[in-house]
């Protein structure tokens, strides 16, 4: 029952497909600005995410200031509707990225994100954005949707991915001059920033998939969940 309706809910069993080995990854990057951008550098741009998101909360703003009993249940009801928003697009580009990576026979790289909100500073203009963002939710969708289909997934360290040369192993912070870009000040490589991540967090992903397809010494397959491993 929820707000004074009831409903009826039915669950089903679907079968997974048995988990393919990947002939090479999809590194994906996630964040604000950017929801996702991968390192085959399709962007998933979240301009029109936050355009909305600072439209609600102009709106709630104004509601909250008449400080009624009216006004409490409609913020009740515009944060669901934003809610159900937020995970129609985490939905879509979940369904996006797995997709081609079931059409090319490739796995999914994903950062490892916890603690990102206490390790990451961003502008004051982006700290309610930053503590209302979804982060993981996206990482959830992806997961979830591959494992139906037999894609593989995997979660590796993100440290260091938008600073680090993936040509010759530079890192540095200078690396990456402003948020959008990056230029390698050893090799010159330069490129966008969110892109050069994704390609790092592909890179560290095949090593790790090598670790956790590694046969043991009796030549048994080893049969662990490669998304519960991250390189650290």
């Known amino acids: 029952m929820r707000d004074g309706k009831w409903f009826i809910i ?13 002939v090479e990854g999809i590194g994906v990057d996630r ?9 085959d550098a399709a ?3 979240g301009r029109r995410l936050n355009r909305y998101r600072r439209w609600q909360a102009k709106k709630k703003a104004e509601i909250q200031a008449g400080n009624t ?21 985490n939905h879509k580009i979940a369904k996006d990225v797995v997709a081609v990576a079931q059409r090319t026979e490739r796995g999914i790289a994903l950062e490892e994100l916890g603690g990102i909100r206490e390790r990451v500073t961003v502008r004051r203009d982006q700290r309610a954005t930053q503590s209302s963002w979804p982060f993981a939710r996206l990482g959830d969708y992806v997961a979830y949707k591959a494992r139906r289909v037999g894609v593989p997934v995997i979660e590796v360290d993100a440290h260091y991915t938008s600073q680090h040369c993936p040509r010759c192993g530079h890192t540095e912070r200078a690396n990456r001059p402003n948020r959008d870009f990056f230029s ?9 920033a969110d892109v050069v991540a994704g390609v790092n967090v592909r890179d560290r992903a095949r090593s790790a998939w090598v670790f956790v397809n590694m046969p043991d010494r009796t030549g048994y397959r080893c049969v662990c969940d490669p998304s519960r491993h991250s390189q650290r």
């Open 10 to 22: 039915a669950t089903c069993d679907v079968a997974e497909e048995p988990r393919f080995e990947p």
């Open 31 to 39: 964040g604000i600005n950017n929801l996702a951008i991968t390192s």
């Open 43 to 45: 962007n998933c741009s």
């Open 69 to 89: 009993r009216s006004a409490a249940r409609l913020l009740k009801k515009r944060a669901k509707r934003e809610a159900r928003h937020d995970a129609h697009m």
């Open 184 to 192: 390698c000040r050893r090799c010159g490589l330069a490129g966008s």
